[in-house]
């Protein structure tokens, strides 16, 4: 859930954590995800190339294409055609080879090769896009015929960015977090205003997405200045975030929001009662505010009240609430400005979910931390964690 992956805003081609990516998929036997609007090619085997944790359960692709997802299955956002809750990963039904997942709440999505996205779990909102309220334990077809790129799933909603640059958004909207300038439900996707969009985020009751020329939008609730326009004022639309820094990369969190500069700057902006800016100190910012200087990060992700990032080396950093263990750094501690993921583990990829978070090694294992009661740390057990554990893939 949140997660942002480093996609090129300025046409450079592949971004250093894309090429990373590709280097570890290729490694793997194949390259599947594409990546500053590459397409995918063939897929290959079983290893792992991407994650995505939601709020109470976690999902992962091969590099065949093939998804496993773990955890919390009250909903069916698993995908394997139960309702059973597992803590050990589990196919999700079907034989489609997919190119990107996302967890979210209570539901999942997730784009297939031929750009159809697919979604699963629970639908009273609207939120899998299939013209009806009605979940479904195995993945169901999003209506439209609309060839996406990417799709990110969140609370009680779902967006996604088609492969001709236009922005769609489904499900509930009752703090206009759909963008759609109405305060209704969506039961199928809705374009947003026209732009050439290239990435979109999804946190609680707001959502970012990224143009192009590196500008970033906010829409939704705002009382605690997610949207980053200086004021605390709520939207239905669009609004551009008041940064003159170009992005190339925009998460969108509770109640906060981050981006990406293209030189690798982290600058934040929202709620930080608890330190989830990671500015060193406590306080809404309605603004953006740049976030560890001395840190230079290639990827980003936002979960409910916490974040992480990773650095060209690999290295994994985490701020924010930390009273499960979800930054992974040994302690219960919150922390106002990032710490180290402790281990030896060097990163490529890092999903922040609820109160939970995994990472992507360049070995091609999963790992997770945090909240685990629910056994969305995929390791076996149902309890909660303080430092990373490998995930138990089975082919």
């Given at each position: 859930m949140r997660y942002v992956r480093d996609t090129s805003t300025l046409g450079r081609g592949l971004t250093r954590t894309c090429r990373l990516r590709s280097l570890v998929r290729a490694l793997l036997g194949g390259l599947v995800l594409s990546c500053g609007g590459e397409h995918p090619t063939a897929p290959s085997d079983d290893a792992p190339f991407a994650v995505s944790a939601g709020s109470e359960h976690t999902c992962a692709l091969a590099a065949n294409g093939s998804a496993r997802c773990w955890g919390r299955n009250t909903f069916g956002q698993l995908g394997d055609g139960t309702t059973t809750t597992t803590a050990l990963p589990v196919r999700v039904e079907g034989d489609r080879s997919?190119?990107?997942?996302?967890?979210?709440?209570?539901?999942?999505?997730?784009?297939?090769?031929?750009?159809?996205?697919?979604?699963?779990?629970?639908?009273?909102?609207?939120?899998?896009?299939?013209?009806?309220?009605?979940?479904?334990?195995?993945?169901?077809?999003?209506?439209?015929?609309?060839?996406?790129?990417?799709?990110?799933?969140?609370t009680e909603g779902t967006c996604g960015v088609s492969r001709d640059g236009r922005l769609y958004c489904w499900g509930t909207s009752n703090g206009g977090q759909l963008g759609t300038g109405s305060g209704d439900d969506a039961l199928a996707p809705v374009a947003l205003q026209?732009?050439?969009?290239?990435?979109?985020?999804?946190?609680?009751?707001?959502a970012c997405a990224l143009t192009a020329s590196g500008t970033a939008l906010c829409w939704g609730v705002n009382s605690h200045g997610a949207l980053g326009d200086g004021t605390t004022r709520s939207?239905?639309?669009?609004?551009?975030?008041?940064?003159?820094?170009?992005?190339?990369?925009?998460?969108?969190?509770?109640?906060?929001?981050?981006?990406l500069t293209v030189s690798d700057r982290l600058r934040c902006w929202g709620s930080n009662d608890r330190g989830q800016l990671g500015l060193g100190v406590t306080g809404d910012r309605l603004l953006p505010v740049a976030v560890a200087d001395s840190l230079s990060f290639v990827s980003l992700a936002l979960g409910g009240e916490h974040g992480c990032g990773i650095t060209a080396g690999g290295?994994?950093?985490?701020?924010?609430?930390?009273?499960?263990?979800?930054?992974?750094?040994g302690s219960l501690d919150d922390a106002d400005s990032p710490v180290s993921v402790a281990g030896e583990a060097q990163f490529v990829e890092i999903s922040a979910g609820a109160a939970h978070t995994c990472g992507l090694s360049v070995d091609g294992a999963i790992w997770c931390w945090g909240f685990g009661r629910f056994g969305q740390l995929g390791d076996g057990e149902m309890q909660d964690r303080v430092t990373p554990v490998r995930v138990m893939l089975a082919p």
């Open positions: 997919y190119q990107s997942v996302s967890a979210g709440v209570n539901h999942t999505c997730a784009v297939a090769l031929d750009g159809a996205a697919y979604c699963w779990g629970e639908g009273a909102a609207g939120q899998l896009g299939t013209g009806t309220r009605e979940g479904s334990s195995v993945p169901v077809a999003v209506t439209g015929g609309i060839a996406f790129q990417d799709v990110r799933a969140s026209s732009n050439e969009w290239i990435s979109v985020s999804v946190g609680r009751q707001h939207g239905d639309v669009p609004v551009r975030v008041a940064d003159p820094l170009q992005a190339r990369a925009v998460a969108a969190g509770g109640g906060r929001s981050c981006t290295v994994a950093y985490c701020w924010g609430l930390n009273f499960l263990g979800q930054l992974g750094d």
